[in-house]
């Protein structure tokens, strides 16, 4: 295990700042993932952490000694790529084996360093085959058998799962994260899968444009992101403009356009303030008639997606607004395209934030 630590780490490429004064603290045995959109600076950290890149401001630190001039060899580190890199002309077993033998370790110590690794990964009975003769499964389990048969205590995943079909990479995600707590490795990896991220890690980093926005375990991020931009991105949100009409022991009143109203807990926000009320598509109650209650919003269903378990509803509110519901299959079905409804926003789901400078159309933007 070992801790890794970055301090106002800064990395440019000309004009571009693909990392921004970047602070990480990453603990022993932590199954940690740097999250965010495509050009957020994501692999860039991971570069400059395995030493592939040196930052042009600020300071890497594994287990509190300095590595910013240690070069990538002399690091101790276990590289999972995104193309998993196998040597083509090695069989499994000389794949994972190559690490302990360029070490100069015994061949005794090779051979059960060899066959541990490869029991963990379930493919011990295929240590003479070749890659071209694996699954991208398969292969993605050596890739992973030979980082950790090099005995390293950091292993850096690269999108190690997104050359993968869908159904694959669901099942191998809880296989990885099992091997690697297995091992007591620390593991940082990089992804722009959100799923991903929340079955796999620890605690997640979100970067957006090369800069960390929120640091936090994936239920703190799920259930209480710190800012428009990392609700759209972590959750399939709603997001609403409004102004504060009320504000008491009790939380606030939240005036829509078209002169609706929502109640929210919210007493951070004073009254008259500009505000966006973001509500999760899972966390919006709809019926389909119309209900008369003081906070009732009314609409018609504009469309419906069967997602499988899940059934989509898009409909077009009375105020010109559109909302998302997500609805177990068991219950959308009850709805048609056309229907009246009635939508409610639980106060307890809501969460409030200020109106961004920029606007929300910007914060909505995923680069």
Not at 173 to 194: C, M, P, S, W, Y
Not at 300 to 324: H, M, Q, T, W, Y
Not at 340 to 359: H, Q
């Amino acid at each position: 295990m070992i801790n890794i630590k970055l301090i106002g780490v800064t990395k440019r490429f000309g004009t571009i700042t693909a990392v921004d004064n970047i602070d990480l603290n990453v603990e022993r045995g932590e199954f940690f993932t740097i999250l965010g959109p495509t050009g957020a600076g994501k692999t860039t950290t991971l570069k400059l952490i395995a030493g592939l890149l040196k930052p042009d401001e600020g300071e890497i630190y594994f287990d509190g000694q300095l590595v910013n001039d240690v070069p990538p060899e002399e690091r101790d580190i276990g590289f999972v790529f995104q193309g998993y890199a196998l040597f083509p002309h090695m069989t499994v077993w000389e794949n994972v084996t190559y690490g302990p033998l360029v070490r100069g370790m015994d061949p005794e110590k090779v051979e059960r360093i060899g066959r541990e690794i490869l029991s963990k990964v379930h493919l011990l009975e295929r240590a003479d085959s070749y890659p071209h003769e694996l699954s991208g499964g398969m292969q993605q389990r050596v890739a992973l058998a030979r980082a950790l048969a090099s005995g390293s205590k950091l292993l850096l995943l690269d999108e190690p799962l997104s050359a993968l079909d869908a159904r694959l990479r669901e099942e191998l995600r809880f296989e990885l994260r099992n091997i690697v707590k297995e091992t007591g490795a620390t593991a940082i990896q990089v992804t722009h899968d959100k799923y991903e991220a929340l079955q796999l890690s620890d605690r997640i980093a979100i970067l957006r444009k090369g800069k960390v926005v929120q640091v936090d375990t994936p239920v703190n991020l799920f259930t209480k992101p710190n800012s428009i931009f990392v609700a759209n991105f972590i959750c399939d949100m709603n997001f609403f403009e409004g102004i504060v009409k009320k504000v008491d022991e009790e939380g606030s009143i939240i005036q829509l356009r078209g002169g609706l109203l929502v109640k929210t807990l919210d007493r951070t926000h004073k009254f008259g303030e500009r505000v966006v009320v973001a509500i999760r598509f899972e966390d919006v109650e709809i019926k389909p008639e119309e209900v008369e209650h003081p906070y009732s919003i009314y609409g018609k269903v504009e469309r419906i997606s069967f997602l499988g378990p899940f059934i989509r509803i898009e409909a077009l509110l009375d105020n010109g607004e559109e909302v998302s519901v997500k609805l177990p299959a068991t219950i959308g079905y009850r709805f048609e395209l056309g229907d009246r409804i009635t939508v409610n926003f639980e106060p307890t789901k809501i969460i409030v934030y200020s109106y961004p400078r920029a606007g929300l159309a910007e914060e909505l933007i995923v680069e």
